[in-house]
């Protein structure tokens, strides 16, 4: 039986940790603040927006959100101006995806790269590929960074061995294949468009599965070497119910690790978001 990589266990750890390191910041006269920007009217964005002021709250994090139902570029344009220069503010998030009208990546250029609390502007983004980053001190996008921590605690060996990461993403994939790499892993991304994965993933020492797209996508036990660690990044909702990418039950019978869903890597991107707001602080 696989051990069983608890992400809430870990990231409540870690909340606490942050929540007394805010305590302390406060008493020097500095209240970390994060400023999200809501674009749309998508429900699922304003569950997850709730969510994080929630998460920000526990810690003494103080939060604004900004509701934009139908706004243009230039008024989420001006919005951002407006915050990076507000001194108050220490992070800034525009909640994913955006509406049709608006460019990610242009927003995203916008946010000044110290309060870029996803780590997803270039100067950031650049950092992790030069190398010139600190996992504990730099803004780096939260789920990469929350599963190396995860790994981390359970003293997961990297070195030399061989990663399947399914995702491709700015968000997931990519950075996190960079801080595998930094690890000394050896690294392949595999997307939509890879042919045969089985025959990737059955040869895998770690597998990161970061799709959410259930039905239609799952990883099962016989796509799954014994003794491997499997990570399940993925979610998706079926009849309301929250689920991963991995046939949780059967591939917990032959892995050596897994994460599960919910309840793994989920609280752990959520903490690591503060822990970024936290370095946005600059404590």
């Given at each position: 039986?696989?051990?069983?990589?608890?992400?809430?266990?870990?990231?409540?750890?870690?909340?606490?940790?942050?929540?007394?390191?805010?305590?302390?910041?406060r008493?020097?006269?500095?209240?970390?603040?994060?400023?999200?920007?809501l674009?749309?009217s998508?429900a699922?964005?304003?569950?997850?927006?709730?969510?994080k002021?929630?998460d920000?709250?526990?810690v003494?994090?103080?939060t604004k959100?900004?509701?934009?139902?139908?706004?243009?570029?230039?008024?989420?344009?001006?919005?951002?101006?407006?915050?990076?220069?507000?001194?108050?503010v220490?992070?800034i998030?525009?909640?994913?995806?955006?509406?049709?009208?608006?460019?990610?990546t242009?927003?995203?250029?916008r946010?000044?790269?110290?309060?870029?609390?996803?780590?997803l502007h270039?100067?950031?983004?650049?950092?992790?590929?030069?190398?010139?980053?600190?996992?504990?001190?730099?803004?780096?996008?939260?789920t990469?960074?929350?599963?190396?921590?995860l790994?981390?605690?359970?003293k997961?060996?990297?070195?030399?061995?061989?990663?399947?990461?399914?995702?491709?993403?700015?968000?997931?994939?990519?950075?996190?294949?960079?801080?595998?790499?930094?690890r000394?892993?050896?690294?392949?991304?595999?997307?939509?468009?890879?042919?045969?994965?089985?025959e990737?993933?059955?040869?895998?020492?770690?597998i990161?599965?970061a799709?959410?797209?259930?039905?239609?996508?799952?990883?099962?036990?016989?796509?799954?070497?014994?003794?491997?660690?499997?990570?399940?990044?993925?979610?998706?909702f079926?009849?309301?119910?929250?689920?991963?990418?991995?046939?949780?039950?059967?591939?917990?019978?032959?892995?050596?690790?897994?994460?599960?869903?919910?309840?793994?890597?989920g609280?752990?991107?959520?903490?690591?978001?503060l822990h970024?707001?936290?370095?946005?602080?600059?404590?």
């Amino acid at each position: 039986m696989a051990a069983i990589m608890d992400g809430e266990s870990l990231a409540k750890t870690l909340k606490k940790d942050i929540a007394a390191r805010v305590s302390e910041l406060r008493k020097k006269g500095t209240v970390p603040k994060l400023a999200t920007i809501l674009v749309g009217s998508r429900a699922a964005s304003k569950t997850y927006v709730r969510l994080k002021e929630r998460d920000c709250e526990e810690v003494g994090i103080s939060t604004k959100t900004y509701e934009l139902p139908e706004a243009s570029e230039r008024e989420v344009f001006d919005l951002i101006g407006k915050l990076n220069e507000d001194k108050s503010v220490h992070g800034i998030l525009v909640q994913m995806p955006l509406p049709p009208h608006l460019s990610g990546t242009n927003v995203i250029d916008r946010i000044s790269p110290e309060k870029d609390v996803d780590g997803l502007h270039p100067l950031n983004v650049g950092k992790l590929w030069l190398g010139t980053y600190d996992l504990e001190k730099d803004l780096l996008p939260c789920t990469p960074k929350g599963i190396m921590k995860l790994l981390d605690h359970y003293k997961v060996e990297l070195a030399g061995k061989h990663v399947v990461i399914i995702n491709r993403s700015n968000l997931v994939g990519k950075p996190l294949s960079k801080l595998m790499l930094d690890r000394h892993a050896t690294v392949t991304l595999c997307h939509s468009k890879t042919k045969d994965l089985k025959e990737h993933t059955k040869k895998a020492d770690v597998i990161v599965a970061a799709v959410g797209c259930r039905p239609d996508f799952i990883i099962t036990e016989d796509q799954v070497k014994a003794g491997a660690v499997v990570v399940d990044a993925g979610i998706s909702f079926i009849e309301g119910k929250a689920c991963g990418d991995i046939d949780f039950e059967k591939i917990k019978k032959k892995a050596a690790y897994v994460t599960p869903c919910p309840g793994g890597v989920g609280p752990m991107t959520r903490a690591m978001l503060l822990h970024n707001i936290l370095i946005a602080a600059r404590e």
